[in-house]
């Protein structure tokens, strides 16, 4: 069974911290580029920051680069996104999800998603 599980959200002040955690099953996680995605009350849902499995290689959208770091701990198969100077326009619901295919290029591209965990920053 294939399972995608987040915690760690919370609200936090401008200029705090959190850090998300995603558990995942092990079959998805060994295989899967992974992948951080928020959305926003009416906006789209989009993609945060990305990790390849077995390179480590990453990617950030622009508006986090220098500020998140995702990484991953392969010994209890668990993503992570370390959110540091954290801003208001952060908030948002935030998922984890797998792309099998290892192309992380589009939404479509992430077949599980876990349930999501909301973070929110106030000014």
């Known amino acids: 069974q294939v399972r995608l599980v987040e915690s760690g959200g919370g609200s936090v002040q401008a200029g705090g911290s959190l850090k998300l955690s995603c558990a995942a099953s092990?079959?998805?996680?060994?295989?899967?580029?992974m992948g951080w995605f928020r959305q926003a009350p009416g906006k789209e849902r989009e993609g945060v920051a990305y990790?390849?499995?077995?390179?480590?290689?990453?990617d950030y959208t622009a508006s986090v680069k220098d500020r998140f770091t995702i990484s991953q701990d392969n010994v209890n198969n668990t993503l992570y996104l370390q959110m540091n100077s954290l801003k208001p326009e952060d908030t948002a619901m935030y998922y984890c999800?797998?792309?099998?295919?290892?192309?992380?290029?589009?939404?479509?591209?992430?077949?599980?998603w876990g349930q999501g965990t909301q973070v929110t920053v106030s000014s």
């Open positions: 990790i390849w499995p077995g390179s480590g290689s990453t």
């Open positions: 092990l079959y998805i996680y060994r295989r899967s580029c």
């Open positions: 999800a797998a792309d099998p295919d290892r192309k992380c290029r589009a939404l479509v591209d992430f077949t599980y």
